[in-house]
Antibody, heavy 122, light 107 residues
Framework: EEQLVESGGALVQPGGSLGLFCAAS????????MNWVRQVPGKGLEWLAG????????YYADSVKGRFTIFRDNSKNTLFLLMTSLRVDDTAVYYC???????????????WGQGTLVTVSS | EIVLTQSPATLSLSPGERATLSCRAS??????LVWYQHKPGQAPRLLIY???NRATGIPARFSGSGSGTDFTLTISSLEPEDCALYYC?????????FGGGTKVEIK
C-alpha cells in the first residue's frame, strides 16, 4: 500500500525551530517530486515547498522562503521540512504530498499523509 | 503569485441537486487547474486534475470544466457524503496556490 506518514509535530515557542519528517512506503520514492502543504486551523490549504525527485530543484512559498528548508533522503525514503524562526501564524497541520506522476513535478497530489500538528505558542 | 478566488463561499443544496462551484484565476493558468475535496479530520482527496481528468476512484458525478481563468467543478447529483470543503489549486507556475474553498452543505 502506498503511504506517507508524517511525524515531528510539536508545541514550539515563537522564534524556535522544528523538523518534520515524512516516511514514504509502498512506491518508488525516488521517482516522485514531493511537497509540503499546510492547513491553518479553520482556514484553507497553503502550499509551502516542493522538491524534485532527485532533490536538485526546490521551490518555496514566499511566506516561508528563507525560514523553511525542504530536503529528502532517497536512500531512506524520507522527506524533511526544517522550520526555523517559527511564528504564531505557522500553527497548522502539515501534510507531505506526492506528485501525481513521475515526470517532472506533476503538481497535483493524490497521495497525502495524515498530517502532523505544529503549534507555535509561548 | 496567481490568486484563485472561489465562489460561492457556501453552497447549501438538497440531495440529488446539482452543485456548481466556481474558481477564477487572477492570471491565465491554461489547463493546469486541480480540485480537491476536504472533510474534517481527513487528508484532502484529489478529485480532478488538469481541469477535467477525474482521479482514480472518483465517481462520475464529479466533473470539471473551464480554461484560462474560469473553471467549474460540477457535482451532478449531490450525495450526503459530498458534504465537504472543496478547493481549487493551480499548477501553472511557481508559487503554487489554492483557492479559499467552497463549503458544500447538504440540507
Amino acid at each position: 500500500e502506498e503511504q506517507l506518514v508524517e511525524s515531528g509535530g510539536a508545541l514550539v515557542q515563537p522564534g524556535g525551530s522544528l523538523g518534520l519528517f515524512c516516511a514514504a512506503s509502498g512506491f518508488s520514492f525516488s521517482s516522485y517530486a514531493m511537497n509540503w502543504v499546510r492547513q491553518v486551523p479553520g482556514k484553507g490549504l497553503e502550499w509551502l515547498a516542493g522538491m524534485s525527485n532527485s532533490g536538485g530543484t526546490t521551490y518555496y512559498a514566499d511566506s516561508v522562503k528563507g525560514r523553511f528548508t525542504i530536503f529528502r533522503d532517497n536512500s531512506k525514503n524520507t522527506l524533511f521540512l526544517l522550520m526555523t524562526s517559527l511564528r504564531v501564524d505557522d500553527t497548522a497541520v502539515y501534510y507531505c504530498v506526492r506528485g501525481g506522476c513521475t515526470t517532472g513535478f506533476c503538481s497535483y497530489w493524490a497521495l497525502w499523509g495524515q498530517g502532523t500538528l505544529v503549534t507555535v505558542s509561548s | 503569485e496567481i490568486v484563485l478566488t472561489q465562489s460561492p463561499a457556501t453552497l447549501s443544496l438538497s440531495p440529488g441537486e446539482r452543485a456548481t462551484l466556481s474558481c477564477r484565476a487572477s492570471q491565465d493558468v491554461g489547463s493546469y487547474l486541480v480540485w480537491y475535496q476536504h472533510k474534517p479530520g481527513q487528508a484532502p482527496r484529489l478529485l480532478i486534475y488538469d481541469v477535467s481528468n477525474r482521479a482514480t476512484g472518483i465517481p462520475a458525478r464529479f466533473s470539471g470544466s473551464g480554461s484560462g481563468t474560469d473553471f467549474t467543478l460540477t457535482i451532478s447529483s449531490l450525495e450526503p457524503e459530498d458534504c465537504a470543503l472543496y478547493y481549487c489549486q493551480h499548477r501553472s507556475t511557481w508559487p503554487l496556490s489554492f483557492g479559499g474553498g467552497t463549503k458544500v452543505e447538504i440540507k
